[in-house]
């Protein structure tokens, strides 16, 4: 079970990802575009080009989470569209994204 409280740091990247990808996919994405280390244990949330479904990467010092989630009806319309690389969210916004 993932368990993310307030010391985790959640980033969501602003621009669509290829879903096609795996956790080495998300790790580099992490590195080269959001400039973020990804094995510092922080969450990072993907979505698709429609906005029907997301990923969300996590290190735990185990090892690597990939979380998928797709909505069967809808769009997540509240996904942020700054002309910034990443954004960052507490864990109650990120509950209220995945509800």
Known sequence: MINITQ???IFIAC???DFRKGIDGYAAVCRRQLNIDPFNGHCFIFCNRK???IKILLY???GFW???KRLSTGQFKQWPTHSAQVVTISPEQLNILLQ
């Open 66 to 68: 990939l979380c998928h």
């Open 7 to 9: 010391r985790h740091r």
């Open 60 to 62: 735990d010092r185990n």
């Open 15 to 17: 621009q669509p990802v």
């Open 51 to 53: 906005r029907t479904a």
